[in-house]
């Protein structure tokens, strides 16, 4: 079951936070983190593993509540670069398979 | 430069058409994955492949299938038992991970395939 992403979509102007959230129904291994271009590729942010663990890619940041089977992307101080759509991967530890969630759509503004 | 290549970039196909889509890495990475995509949806996992002539069906493996001779080959077929093949299909890979998903994967550029 894909995870599920909120909000849908976002629109910020430049210089603003945002964060978007991936919650699963199952119990998480690890959460990718990555943001899609429009007819492009799309490009790694990050993993976090259980345990809780935050990491950080220059403004943008996020956590993994393994409890709360929960992950939360932060951006701040938003850049036009940041317009995308981003997408949570979700592992389960069956091997290196991955469910991503239906995504967040994000456009930052002057 | 390392990297993944997905040809052709647009592909059209007639109804009743078996289609092969190829993607070729050359990063060394033994783990290769088949994503569909469709207009305003996330990926969804049709094949994935750990290892050389080994492979396994992701969440819509129907009417699709796949090879792995080698190690930076991960073709993708078509096949006309697929009945709404028209989508954005994306490749990519990954460096086995000896414990999980903790390794990322990395993309190529997609193939879009439309119905004639």
């Known amino acids: 079951q894909q995870p599920v992403q909120s909000p849908q979509a976002v629109i910020l102007r430049e210089g603003e936070d945002a964060v978007i959230n991936c919650s699963s129904s199952?119990?998480?291994?690890?959460v990718h983190w990555y943001r899609q271009k429009h007819g492009e590729a799309p490009v790694f942010l990050m993993i976090?593993?259980?345990?809780?663990e935050q990491k950080g890619h220059e403004k943008i940041s996020a956590s993994f509540n393994e409890k709360k089977q929960q992950s939360s992307l932060y951006l701040t101080a938003s850049q036009l670069s940041y317009s995308g759509t981003y997408f949570c991967?979700?592992?389960?530890?069956?091997?290196?398979?991955?469910?991503f969630g239906t995504g967040t759509r994000l456009q930052v503004t002057l | 430069d390392g990297g993944i290549t997905q040809s052709p970039k647009y592909l059209f196909r007639k109804e009743g058409q078996n289609v092969t889509l190829s993607c070729e890495q050359n990063?060394?990475?033994?783990?290769m994955y088949w994503y569909r995509q469709d207009p305003g949806q996330g990926l969804r996992l049709i094949y994935y492949?750990?290892?050389?002539?080994?492979?396994q069906k992701g969440d819509i493996a129907e009417g699709y299938s796949v090879s792995r001779e080698k190690k930076e080959s991960f073709p993708l077929t078509v096949t006309s038992a697929q009945k709404n093949p028209t989508a954005f299909y994306l490749c990519?890979?990954?460096?086995?991970?000896?414990?999980?998903?903790?390794?990322?994967?990395?993309f190529g550029d997609g193939t879009r395939l439309s119905i004639l």
């Open positions: 990519a890979s990954s460096i086995a991970p000896m414990d999980g998903g903790n390794q990322p994967q990395h």
């Open positions: 199952k119990a998480l291994y690890s």
């Open positions: 976090l593993l259980k345990g809780g």
């Open positions: 991967g979700s592992n389960t530890g069956t091997a290196s398979k991955l469910t």
């Open positions: 990063l060394n990475h033994d783990a």
């Open positions: 492949s750990q290892i050389v002539n080994d492979f």
